[in-house]
């Protein structure tokens, strides 16, 4: 009986590396990062409150992944 796979809240779980995000929550995220300059106070907190559903720590987990997907597809074309 694996009882780790019915608590996705302990943060142990691969899926919990992979969270979902829908293109609304992507979009939001993109717009708040645009309203809110590096140089704003409470960046990500306030980034993360306009993005439905998603805590801080995951909107700096998508920007991270984000950013890596734009670089790689820049240096492909």
């Known amino acids: 009986m694996n009882t ?31 309203t809110f300059p590096k140089e704003a106070n409470q960046r990500w907190e306030r980034v993360a409150a306009a993005v439905p559903g998603k805590t801080v720590n995951q909107c700096k987990k ?9 670089r790689n597809k820049k240096n492909v074309v």
């Open 62 to 70: 998508k920007f991270a992944l984000l950013k890596e997907s734009f």
């Open 4 to 34: 780790s796979d019915a608590s996705p809240a302990n943060g142990v779980s691969s899926s919990s590396e992979q969270e979902v995000w829908f293109a609304v929550q992507e979009r939001a995220l993109v717009q708040a990062l645009k």
